[in-house]
């Protein structure tokens, strides 16, 4: 299909992923559901690629995760992307942070984020207050790359980076 890509995504230790998990059940809890990709881990988007580098990104996904250690990032906005139909939380972009992104993509034009709802413009700014009442600054640490296909997704591999 012309639409699929392959992305390399970065996820988050247990803890992490329980508490930015719970604010996105809060949304959910509260009616919202969205068009965002259900039944993945939380994740910030390192990169996209066509889908016929699959085998070498397999390999440069092994090699990044052995090069890389796991790191502390902090968490401390919400935003919404321009067109207003993501909603999102995002890390402060630290140096471990844009290393890894730059190994996947020279392009640092580019915002790290967790997706909490993807829908139209008025249900993104009722989900806003709810985002921002459950929302603290809080640590959580990126602990692992995935590699998947969308759409439809299709998991093709998670590297735990070096402890």
Known sequence: MDNKALYILASYDDATEKHLAGI?????????????????????????????????????????????????????????????????????????????????NEDIDWTAHTTMLIDEPETIYSALPIVMKELSSFRGKVTTLHLYEFFPARHILSVDLAK
């Open 24 to 104: 996105q059940n809060k949304l959910y809890e509260n009616g919202f559901s969205g068009w965002q990709t259900r039944n993945l881990p939380m994740h910030i988007t390192m990169a996209s690629f066509p889908t016929d580098q699959e085998e070498t990104l397999i390999e440069k996904v092994k090699k990044v995760a052995s090069e890389t250690s796991a790191f502390d990032i902090t968490f401390n906005h919400a935003g919404i992307f321009q067109g207003s139909n993501t909603l999102f939380i995002g890390p402060d972009a630290n140096a471990e942070l844009i290393a890894l992104r730059k190994a996947f």
